[in-house]
């Protein structure tokens, strides 16, 4: 099932699916901070961290900002910087990854 916030789970983990949200907005987040000049990796990957930590639910397991072909932590984002975020929420691990410089 695909919600509204872009993301697909499973018909049983609908239940999880507003907690889910909050990773997708974070990485919405740092995608528009990214577009909008922001260039500081940490910068972006605090204001993931920051974002998931609004759901008491979620406890985050990691907020990277790597290079998409070569998974390297960044400092300075790049054309080809990729956003990946990983939270357990009960006995499901939830990942997501977003591209940064691209629009939305």
């Given amino acids: 099932m695909r919600m509204q916030e872009g993301f697909v789970v ?3 983990a609908v239940g999880s699916a507003a907690k889910a949200g909050e ?3 974070a990485l919405v987040s740092a995608r528009q901070a990214a577009l909008g000049g922001e260039r500081d990796a940490e ?3 605090r204001l993931i961290r920051d974002r998931v930590g609004q759901e008491p639910r979620l406890q985050l ?5 790597a290079d998409a072909a070569t ?3 960044l400092r300075t984002i790049t054309p080809e910087a990729l ?8 006995r499901t691990r939830l990942l997501d990854n977003m591209r ?3 629009p939305g």
């Fill in 83 to 90: 956003a990946l975020v990983a939270a357990p929420l009960g």
């Fill in 61 to 65: 397991d990691y907020a990277s900002i």
């Fill in 43 to 45: 910068v972006l990957r």
């Fill in 10 to 12: 499973l018909s049983s």
């Fill in 23 to 25: 990773i997708a907005r």
């Fill in 100 to 102: 940064l410089m691209a």
């Fill in 71 to 73: 998974m390297e932590e």
